[in-house]
Each structure stands twice: as C-alpha cells, then as structure tokens.
C-alpha cells in the first residue's frame, strides 16, 4: 500500500532536493519505499497546506539557511506552521537540517538579520525535541530518507489506519513562539551559587546549596507566568527555553575569557555582546551564539558562524589547558 509523504521545505533554495526526493520515492524497491510524495507550491493557500499535513501517514521537514514566506496573520512562517499541525496531530515526523559546514549553498540562499534568527531558533528546538539528523547535499539527504522512511514506515503499518481529518478540524497547533530574549527562572529565595569549575559542558542553570536535596531539579523556563509548585515532570522544551541555554559568567571569569578570544574579534565587539556569546558558546548553544553576534556587529550570519567556530576552539584549548594544569598540581 502506498503511503502519502507530506515534505515541508521552503521552495526556492531547495528545489533540486524536492526534485530528488520526489523522483526517488516514486518508484517502490528493495532500497525505496513505496510511498506518495506531497510538496506544496508558493501559491498553495495555508488552509490546503494544513489539510495535505493532517492527511498524510508521515511528515518530512527539511531547513536549509532560509525561513521562507511568513504569513501575515499569524507573522510565522509558512513551514514552522506545517510543523505545528504535524505536531498537533501526532504525524511520524523526520527532520533533515542542512549542515552548514559541509553544503555548498548560494549567498542568495543565506537569510540574514530578523529571518536568520528566528530561523536559529526553531532549528535550535527542532534539535532539543526531535531526532535531527544533518545533510551536507540533495544526494545525502535522499538517502537518509530513504533508510529512515523503512523505519517509519514499517511502525504505521504495524499501528491501526487513523480516521481522515476533515479540513475544518478544529485542531489548535502547539505553538513554536520564537522568544528574542528569554526571561530568568523565577526562585523563591536566593542561595549561595559556588564558583563554577571551568567547563564547556556544565550548563549555567546547575546550582549547588547546602541544604537542597540530591534528587531537586531546577524547574525549567517556562512561557506561561503561572509557576508550577512541584511539578512531577519536566515541561517540554520551548523555544525560549533553549534561547536561555547559557553559561552565565561572573565578572572576573568573563575577564579571563575576553582576554583569550579578543584576538578573533578586534575592538569592534563590546563586551555586553561578547559577553553574550561567551555564554551561549560555554553552553554549546552555536546558533543562539552565532545569531547574537551577527545582529551584535557588522557580520554576516556566514561571517558569524565561522567566527563562532574559531572561539569554540579557543575556549576548547583553554578548557583542556587549565584541567591538565589541575591534574598536574593533585
């Protein structure tokens, strides 16, 4: 039985992708599943997109470097708005992000400014709740789906036919809000936070007091105002949680990074957004780092990304330097 694949993807930039994907998957084989590919055009209205992402058995997302046309009504884009109906309505769902090291793409194809990051963004909470995987060309991206669409496949047809959607479904989307600056965890007493031993790995919302349990958590960012007094579980991550992914830096621990990665940025960079970057780097955050510092100076995102690359670097060799000096001295 042939199954419908609904493939989001901004239009333009990867044309040749959804060519590929829709030619490859047209013909059933050993190393092809047999489905339907669906891909919308630039004139399909959004009312038909979301019926063609409520009728098919399996969802296919797919980001390259641009955000593609926003609609105006709701002021999100048009594949954040497909992806919140599949996600509204429990569709299997594969994520393909293009690797932006390795994927030969025209500068024409490169968001920058307010599209860029909110770009970052959703592609920064697709890798917290979704198993991502990157392509680095239209050939490498079709043969990931192909092995992944078997696997997909192969659990909905073990799994009983869901009733068709009607288009007028009155199904409210989870919404994906792209937050620009997160707001800080609200705790009901202050303590005492330890100096923190240099890491790249250890995430700036872990804190230690004398008296909290060993098994306490800190309850995440949440983008309601009401705040839970003991939740059982942790929320699902938001967008604006991931922006507050950071490492947060005392004075004299900033002082000592700035004096490392100064020689990459040059007196252009002021230390409120170095500062910035500094944290989103030591968190691993890479795309709200490399957003920040392209809308905090004169780069491109391509020019930022790059320079983000070199401070990881960087940050890695003084990590690595200062715990061989610490094993030294015990």
């Not at 997109?49 to 593609?68: D, E, K, N, S, T």
């Not at 937050?179 to 303590?191: D, F, G, I, N």
């Not at 007091?209 to 098994?215: D, G, M, S, V, Y």
Request: aromatic fraction near 4%.
């Amino acid at each position: 039985m042939t199954a419908t694949i609904f493939v989001s993807s901004t239009p333009f930039d990867l044309a040749s992708h959804r060519q590929k994907i829709t030619e490859s998957c047209g013909h059933a084989g050993t190393a092809r599943p047999d489905v339907s590919v669906v891909a919308t055009l630039p004139e399909t209205s959004i009312e038909n997109r979301l019926h063609l992402v409520r009728a098919a058995r399996a969802y296919i997302g797919i980001f390259g470097m641009m955000l593609g046309d926003v609609d105006p009504v709701s002021k999100k884009s048009l594949v954040q708005l497909e992806l919140e109906e599949a996600l509204a309505h429990n569709i299997p769902m594969l994520i393909y992000i293009m690797d932006e090291d390795e994927h030969w793409v025209l500068p024409k194809h490169v968001d920058t400014g307010d599209s860029a990051h909110q770009l970052s963004e959703l592609k920064g909470l697709l890798s917290q709740v979704q198993d991502v995987r990157f392509f680095d060309s239209a050939d490498d991206l079709v043969a990931k789906i192909h092995n992944d669409l078997f696997r997909v496949l192969g659990a909905i047809n073990a799994a009983p036919t869901p009733k068709p959607v009607p288009v007028s479904a009155p199904v409210k989307p989870p919404e994906v809000k792209v937050a620009e600056k997160a707001a800080p965890t609200v705790t009901e007493a202050p303590t005492k936070v330890n100096e923190p031993v240099i890491s790249a790995a250890v995430p700036a919302e872990k804190v230690s007091a004398e008296k909290a349990p060993a098994t306490a958590n800190v309850a995440p960012a949440k983008t309601t105002t009401e705040i839970p007094s003991a939740p059982s579980t942790p929320a699902p991550p938001t967008t604006a949680s991931l922006a507050s992914k950071r490492y947060i830096l005392t004075q004299p621990r900033f002082e000592f990074f700035k004096d490392k990665v100064k020689h990459l940025f040059g007196p252009y960079m002021s230390d409120t957004v170095l500062k910035d970057v500094l944290e989103y780097v030591l968190a691993g955050n890479t795309m709200s780092a490399s957003s920040t510092l392209a809308r905090g100076t004169s780069l491109s995102l391509e020019d930022a990304i790059e320079e983000i690359r070199k401070t990881e670097l960087v940050i890695l060799e003084t990590v690595q330097r200062h715990a061989a000096q610490n094993n030294e001295t015990k």
